[in-house]
């Protein structure tokens, strides 16, 4: 768990990461996302730099792999920059039902998970900035989906009040605390996926931290949760669930008791 005294130290990530072979696998993302593009411009520009005459059809077909190529590239840069760049917000009332509720819209559901709802009534709204949490749920959603497939399972969404009667803060991450008499909303996504296991806790918040195969995964988007979620003042805890799969749970205070 995150605010476990057992978390690693920052300092000792780097040395992590490349044993878990989070390292060596954003190198082998870099590649498949920039070097596959880059030889296919590379061969596309020698072929038109042989003195042969070329058809116009052929001279299309060259051009349209050059640009191919270069919007991949492109694209790539952009979402690692994205992921590094300071977040703006703009805080509104929200609705934890319905955040919960738009972010699986933007979701496709396979039949062979069933979702279960447990929203409680008459819920504080939450001081949020709808897009990014919005966002930050749906991928918390997307990691349970996926750590259900191929076999599918149950996806439980669940909604609640929590009151703070003592002050709780996060070990050395500042970021998030609560203080006696606080009031928060709290967000739980649980599946019967399968798991973490223990000795990989310690890095999923991690940049490029992944057990996904290259193009499935860039490990960049509990980093990104994290931060927004951090940017609410929030908590985000996981943890395995006894029964199997993974308990999310998401702690925000409400707008009324900010
Ligand atoms: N609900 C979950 N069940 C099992 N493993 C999870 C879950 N959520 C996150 N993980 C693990 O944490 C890793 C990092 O997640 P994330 O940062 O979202 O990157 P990505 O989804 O691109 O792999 C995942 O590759 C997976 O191993
Ligand atoms: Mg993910």
Avoid at 1 to 9: F, L, R, V, Y
Avoid at 66 to 77: P, S
Avoid at 123 to 134: E, I, R, S
Avoid at 170 to 195: C, K, L, P, Y
Wanted: hydrophobic share 40%.
């Amino acid at each position: 768990m995150s605010d476990s005294p057992e978390h690693q130290p920052p300092e000792n990530t780097l040395k992590q990461l490349e044993e878990a072979g989070a390292l060596s696998h954003f190198a082998s993302s870099i590649a498949h996302e920039v070097c596959n593009p880059l030889s296919q411009i590379v061969l596309a520009t020698d072929f038109l730099a042989n003195p042969r005459p070329l058809s116009d059809d052929m001279r299309k077909k060259i051009v349209g792999y050059l640009r191919q190529g270069a919007e991949r590239i492109d694209k790539a840069m952009k979402s690692m920059l994205r992921t590094c760049a300071p977040i703006e917000t703009s805080m509104t009332q929200e609705s934890a039902s319905a955040l919960l509720d738009d972010a699986l819209a933007t979701l496709t559901l396979d039949p062979s998970v069933r979702v279960e709802k447990h929203y409680a009534d008459g819920l504080p709204p939450l001081l949020a900035d709808k897009k990014h949490l919005t966002e930050a749920i749906a991928h918390l959603i997307a990691n349970a989906l996926d750590a259900m497939q191929p076999a599918g399972g149950t996806l439980t969404l669940t909604t609640s009040l929590k009151f703070f009667e003592s002050s709780e803060r996060e070990g050395w991450q500042r970021q998030s605390w609560f203080r006696a008499g606080d009031h928060a909303v709290v967000i739980e996504i649980a599946d019967t996926g399968h798991g973490i296991h223990n000795s990989k806790m310690p890095l999923i918040f991690e940049a490029f931290y992944t057990t996904k195969a290259a193009g499935h995964g860039a490990g960049l988007g509990l980093t990104v949760t994290k931060k927004i979620v951090d940017l609410h003042h929030g908590r985000l805890e996981l943890s395995n669930r006894p029964e199997g799969g993974v308990l999310v749970v998401l702690t925000l205070k409400t707008a009324a008791h900010p």
